[in-house]
């Protein structure tokens, strides 16, 4: 969703977001501090720790940026990157409930904004598994994601 956002940007769009970016309140997130300038200069080659700040924050910025439907996806991503990397979980049953609904739920809103992203994104498809991977090893914060 990252690069389908960003790629239709212009460049006023891209400053203004950076701007947003930049200012974002990150107590509570449990990530470093936001270095928004090196996320825009380096957009098409972030790694997991970049993705997950954008992930976390971008639905906040982009409401005038992006298209609804693509607006949709980036809310439903924020919900399952929030419940994914949360360090303790108290209910498994609930938890991996809860992230077998958001997992369907973005994997609806790909398929309605490209249903060709479902089948060319790995990734999407190893979201699937994410909740059979969180009752074996326990929290995905810490384990290797790729």
Same mark, same amino acid.
């Given at each position: *969703? /990252?690069?389908?956002? /960003? %790629?239709? /940007? %212009?460049?006023?769009? &891209?400053?203004?977001?950076?701007?947003?970016?930049?200012?974002?309140?990150? #107590?509570?997130?449990?990530?470093?501090?936001?270095? =928004?300038?090196? *996320?825009?200069?380096? =957009?098409? %080659?972030? @790694?997991?720790?970049?993705?997950?700040?954008?992930?976390?924050?971008?639905?906040?910025? $982009?409401?005038?940026?992006?298209?609804? &439907? @693509?607006? #949709? @996806?980036?809310?439903?991503?924020?919900?399952?990157? =929030?419940?994914? /990397?949360?360090?303790? *979980?108290?209910?498994?049953?609930?938890?991996?409930?809860?992230?077998?609904?958001?997992? =369907?739920? $973005?994997?609806?809103?790909?398929?309605?904004?490209?249903?060709? &992203?479902?089948?060319?994104?790995?990734?999407?498809?190893?979201?699937?598994?994410?909740?059979?991977?969180?009752?074996?090893?326990?929290?995905? @914060?810490?384990?290797?994601?790729?």
């Amino acid at each position: *969703i /990252w690069y389908e956002s /960003w %790629s239709t /940007w %212009s460049s006023a769009e &891209k400053k203004q977001y950076a701007q947003r970016l930049q200012a974002t309140d990150t #107590h509570g997130l449990n990530i470093p501090p936001i270095r =928004a300038n090196y *996320i825009t200069q380096y =957009a098409n %080659s972030l @790694v997991g720790r970049q993705l997950k700040t954008i992930g976390q924050v971008s639905v906040f910025h $982009v409401h005038d940026l992006v298209q609804p &439907k @693509v607006l #949709h @996806v980036w809310r439903a991503v924020g919900l399952l990157m =929030a419940l994914l /990397w949360i360090p303790e *979980i108290d209910n498994m049953d609930q938890y991996t409930a809860d992230v077998d609904i958001a997992t =369907a739920n $973005v994997l609806d809103l790909f398929s309605i904004l490209d249903p060709t &992203k479902i089948i060319w994104k790995s990734k999407l498809h190893l979201l699937l598994h994410a909740s059979g991977d969180i009752r074996r090893f326990g929290p995905l @914060v810490g384990l290797s994601t790729e």
